[in-house]
């Protein structure tokens, strides 16, 4: 493998944001590096692709940068560039919370657990054990028994468990996200709002548990959602199990696609022979767009194109709803 992808985030007070995000990007582009960044007053948050040396020196000059030097980087291995392109940009905040009274994680955030730590405790029976990812990243894999609030995004969460208190009271409450940095604030208004007992979070996220040579990724169930070209990666190096489900037919699956009309760009868990069936699309809507992607890249003939149409309106399929992110 000759490409790592890094993923990265550092909660740090940046003053000017727009200035900092675009001299940082001259400098991923002149290193070579392919990925997505947000720089926010809060803080860094990043992943990028690239080759050993050149991922080698962004590690070696955020390490020596003054702001960025206790930073951790979580490391794959990847045949390719995750990314097609580079940006860098300025956003008011890190994650979207949209918290009326923000929270800053050094000053407030659940305790920190190690990869064994989490291990062992997630197994108490007093323990709940709260996803705070979007619900398209569940549904591929999650820690097995975990809750998965009832949300479309991690926006909606604070308010969802305001609703649904009982479920955390007496009991220790623990979060996780991708990297960890969805944690570091949530655990925080978890404990803000006294939430629970005892807060904890998956220090360095799920990405750091499925490299961590003693807990290899146990009692994780599917594989993880992630925000690049690679869509999901595997997390249990142990006892691998599915728990997607096909778009379609509900069948075990952990292959996503994205819809084929490009404006709608939903992703959608499939089959290759589903996909095919259903010309690549999500909805009827979608099947029948004037620039679908997938007719347009197999080169279909009318007549298949015409034939598939019909089989889909003689289906179920107009009943599907379960869909994922539109980007
Ligand atoms: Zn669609």
């Known amino acids: 493998m ?8 550092h909660y ?3 003053e000017d944001p727009e200035t900092f995000a675009a001299e940082h990007l001259k400098f991923c582009k002149d290193l070579g590096l392919k990925g997505r960044i947000l720089v926010a007053q809060e803080g860094i948050n990043g992943t990028v692709s690239g080759d050993f040396e050149q991922t080698e020196r962004y590690i070696e000059y955020m390490n020596n940068h003054p702001m960025f030097k206790d930073m951790p980087f979580k490391i794959d291995e990847a045949n390719n560039h995750a990314f097609k392109k580079m940006h860098c940009r300025p956003r008011p905040e890190l994650v979207n919370l949209s918290l009326e009274e923000d929270i800053d994680p050094h000053e407030i955030t659940g305790d920190y657990l190690t990869p064994e730590e989490w291990y062992e405790a997630i197994q108490d029976e007093n323990t709940v054990v709260l996803d705070v990812r979007n619900d398209y990243e569940y549904d591929v894999g999650h820690f097995r028994g975990a809750i998965k609030p009832d949300v479309t995004t991690f926006r909606d969460t604070p308010e969802w468990v305001l609703k649904n208190k009982e ?15 969805r944690c570091e604030k949530f655990s925080g208004w978890l404990k803000r709002e006294g939430i629970g007992e005892n807060i904890g979070q998956l220090h360095g996220g799920i990405a750091t548990y499925a490299k961590n040579p003693a807990s290899q990724g146990q009692l994780w169930d599917g594989k993880m959602y992630v ?4 869509l999901t990666v595997p997390i249990n190096q142990v006892n691998p199990t599915i728990v997607g489900k096909d778009y379609y037919d509900g069948t075990p699956c952990e292959r996503y696609v994205n819809c084929a009309n ?11 022979e589903n996909q095919d069936k259903h010309l690549g699309a999500c909805s009827m809507e979608c099947a029948e767009h004037p620039r679908n992607r997938y007719i347009m ?3 279909l003939p009318q007549d298949i194109v015409e034939e598939r149409l019909e089989s889909m309106r003689n289906s179920d399929f107009s009943n599907l709803d ?4 539109r980007k």
């Open 2 to 9: 000759k490409y790592r992808v890094l993923l990265y985030y």
């Open 12 to 14: 740090v007070k940046i």
């Open 167 to 181: 479920l955390f009271e007496g009991k220790r409450v623990l979060t996780y996200c991708t990297g960890g940095i």
């Open 227 to 230: 925000f690049d070209e690679r």
């Open 262 to 272: 490009p404006e709608c760009n939903a992703q959608i868990l499939c089959s290759e």
């Open 297 to 299: 890249k197999y080169n």
């Open 322 to 325: 379960q869909v994922g992110p």
